[in-house]
């Protein structure tokens, strides 16, 4: 009987390590250190394997901007995000019409409700990539940049970038936002941001306690959901 290699990756699993290498690379070498022979090297795999899969550096980007949205897809749990009452009406809805005055006051009782549940995922959110996913931030800022060259590879990042705001839009319309799309450009942007600050930018050298995190979050929803400005998402323990 043949001695099996334990550590040799499967036919099924050798994509992904591929695409987790090159996010890797990206991160510790940038765009100019990613090619085919120096993902086989630090990945392991014989020479040709990453060509085999990923024949031409467009391709290798591809894969490694899906993976890069797989992965960054995990970061919350479905069941750590807020869950929007959906026969609740939205901000838009509960200004319009017959019984608007009621209407508002449902909708200023569904930000103060979800106002809170919203800044402590954003916040969870935002502390975890700063503790424990930098390198997925710095691969992803990598791509972006050469996104704006690339416009196949924008296409790509764009759709995966969809899967990302389209449920802050959901959430915020949920919450009683009466401008959820112009509001959750405010709240990614804002949360862009903090990342890139945090990360490579003038406030690298220390992360935000998730309480601090999950504080500011909370003072930006107050300006877009009626009620928030009552939450109680800034009275987190420090340090934590």
């Known amino acids: ?7 040799a990756p499967s036919a099924a699993s050798r994509p992904q390590l591929i695409a987790d290498t090159a996010l890797r690379l990206l991160a510790e070498r940038g765009m100019r250190g990613l090619t085919h022979r120096a993902v086989d090297e630090a990945a392991g795999l014989p020479q040709g394997s990453t060509s085999n899969l990923a024949r031409t550096r467009a391709a290798l980007l591809e894969a490694a901007v899906g993976r890069l949205a797989e992965r960054e897809a995990a970061v919350l749990t479905p069941d750590e995000l807020p869950r929007p009452q ?8 509960a200004g319009a019409g017959p019984g608007a005055g009621a209407a508002s006051g449902a909708g200023a009782a569904a930000g103060g409700a979800e106002g809170p549940a919203l800044a402590e995922a954003l916040s969870l959110a935002l502390h975890r990539y700063l503790t424990h996913h930098r390198e997925l931030l710095l691969a992803r800022y990598e791509l972006a940049l050469e996104a704006t060259r690339r416009p196949a590879l924008r296409e790509v990042y764009e759709r995966a970038g969809r899967a990302f705001r389209e449920p802050v839009v959901a959430m915020l319309a949920a919450a009683g936002s009466a401008a959820p799309e112009r509001h ?3 709240v990614v942007a804002w949360c862009d941001g903090v990342l890139f600050s945090c990360t490579a930018g003038q406030f690298h050298a220390a992360v935000p306690t998730r309480a601090a995190l999950r504080t500011s979050c909370a003072e930006l929803l107050a300006g877009m959901l009626p009620g928030a400005g009552a939450s109680r998402a800034g009275t987190g323990v420090a340090g934590e």
């Open 184 to 186: 959750a450009l405010s």
């Open 86 to 93: 959906r026969d609740r009406p939205s901000g838009a809805e």
């Open 1 to 7: 009987m043949n001695a099996r290699d334990d550590h």
